[in-house]
């Protein structure tokens, strides 16, 4: 078995990261408006803004993507956002792998910090994101109806 592999996005990953995402989506939600602005638009809502995608390859296929947003307004500086893993791919840590490569990237954009919005209900990636070092915060508004939890990880002086 090869090795997973964790690259830069290029925008021959473009159907990847909108396939992947859109599949966990749909899967317990739906889509809405501001999902489709990031999925349809990567390259002009996330790496034009400062931000950056991470892509998980298994056997040079992509099989995980991973966003960081950078928040323009508020208290933290970039979100871990838009993380999908290909059901044929997960239980690998591939998970894993993308978030600490984001969070990695954070710490080279000198991020303080990084903000995640979820849902309870998608219990492993819950545990994932606590496994990662973000803890449960309160009282931010979110622009998805499905969030109903979310977290942050402080990065401390870059």
Not at 67 to 91: H, I, R, T
Request: charged share 25%; hydrophobic share 40%; with cysteine.
């Amino acid at each position: 078995m090869q090795e997973i592999q964790i690259v830069d996005y290029k925008d021959h990953y473009r159907h990847a990261f909108k396939s992947l995402n859109a599949y966990w989506i749909r899967k317990y939600f739906e889509m809405e408006p501001a999902d489709l602005e990031v999925l349809d638009h990567p390259r002009e809502n996330v790496l034009d803004k400062g931000g950056h995608i991470a892509v998980a390859l298994w056997n040079e296929a992509p099989v995980g993507v991973c966003a960081l947003l950078k928040m323009e307004n508020g208290p933290f500086d970039y979100e871990l956002a838009k993380m999908g893993v290909s059901p044929k791919a997960q239980g690998k840590g591939i998970g894993y792998a993308l978030g600490r490569a984001i969070i990695e990237k954070a710490k080279t954009f000198e991020a303080k910090n990084i903000y995640i919005e979820s849902n309870t209900l998608l219990k492993p990636a819950i545990r994932l994101y606590r496994k990662l070092g973000f803890a449960e915060v309160e009282g931010i508004v979110a622009p998805y109806k499905r969030c109903n939890i979310q977290m942050v990880l402080a990065l401390g002086a870059p």
